[in-house]
């Protein structure tokens, strides 16, 4: 909703998308970051087992995982110029690759899993280990969720759909952003 001199009537009708994927994010953030609350209280019980336990994950996958999703956010943001420069075809074209990016950061999250589990380490080995996967494993999901939001948007690509799927998704690379360096480096 505009005013008469067109600006937005409120500070909520400038965010970009609709109101309720704000909602949503609001929320996510807020149990992510009740997650990382928990995982902070518990690694002060006991630095130097998370210390050591952290020492077993591969920062290097952590670090491609991280280029992915930050280079699949940058499509993002070019599918929404695109979409409202009227090229629709380019716009389409930036969310496949910001989705297949996400199948990317997923292929890649299954591997360290992989080793993880080959290597006999599961969520009971210690807490970090609890807090890895749990952590992780409900970004995963949430990639997952945002692969699917992104192939609706692409179908149904208005461009308050394509904001709205963008704030979605470049809540999923914020998150990361967060849990690479507190989970593989801090």
Do not use: C
């Not at 009740?34 to 995982?39: D, I, T």
Request: net charge negative; no cysteine; proline share 2%.
């Amino acid at each position: 909703m505009k005013d008469r001199a067109g600006a937005p009537a409120s500070e909520l009708d400038a965010l970009p998308g609709d109101l309720m994927i704000w909602v949503l994010i609001v929320s996510e953030l807020l149990v992510f970051g009740a997650g990382l609350v928990a995982f902070a209280a518990v690694r002060a019980t006991d630095p130097e087992g998370f210390a050591l336990a952290q020492q077993g994950l591969d920062g290097r996958l952590g670090a491609i995982n991280t280029a992915v999703l930050v280079t699949s956010g940058w499509l993002m943001a070019l599918a929404v110029r695109f979409r409202a420069s009227g090229r629709r075809r380019d716009a389409r074209l930036a969310i496949g690759g910001a989705a297949l990016l996400g199948m990317v950061f997923l292929g890649v999250k299954a591997i360290e899993y992989a080793h993880k589990i080959a290597a006999g380490i599961g969520t009971e080995t210690h807490a970090f280990y609890t807090f890895y996967y749990l952590l992780t494993g409900f970004h995963a999901a949430h990639v997952v969720a945002g692969i699917a939001i992104l192939g609706l948007v692409a179908w149904r690509d208005s461009h308050d759909n394509l904001e709205t799927g963008a704030a979605f998704w470049h809540m999923v690379d914020l998150v990361w952003v967060v849990l690479f360096p507190v989970i593989y480096l801090l």
